[in-house]
Nanobody, 115 residues
């Protein structure tokens, strides 16, 4: 069973930055394909960024050039560096793991960007 705990959310002004972290346990972290998703009020959950076991990354068009996903396998931790934040980035951000055929989610961390 993979256990994921997000942290680093909060309230920030537009154009500010935040770094989210996701601490993973219960698996061989390096064997997880990881991603960040977000869900704004009244909207469906969407993929923000993903990173493969080999370190390949992909991003939603809306965050390209502003967000960076990374992983530290030695620390069993996933990161999301968010720069130039916009009010439309306001959402609950979820960490997601794909490990040995199973999909696992954290409980999320709230990011609020004020204009």
């Amino acid at each position: 069973q993979v256990h994921l705990v997000e942290s680093g959310g909060g309230l920030v002004q537009a154009e500010g930055s935040l770094r989210l972290s996701c601490a993973a346990s219960g698996s061989i972290f390096s064997a997880n394909s990881m991603a960040w998703h977000r869900q704004a009020p009244g909207k469906e959950r969407e993929l923000v960024a993903g990173i493969s076991m080999g370190g390949n990354t992909n991003y939603a068009d809306s965050v390209k050039g502003r967000f960076t996903i990374s992983r530290d396998n030695a620390k069993n931790t996933l990161y999301l560096q968010m720069n130039s934040l916009k009010p439309e980035d306001t959402a609950v951000y979820y960490c997601r793991s794909y490990y040995r055929g199973g999909l696992y989610w954290g409980k999320g961390t709230q990011v609020t960007v004020s204009s």
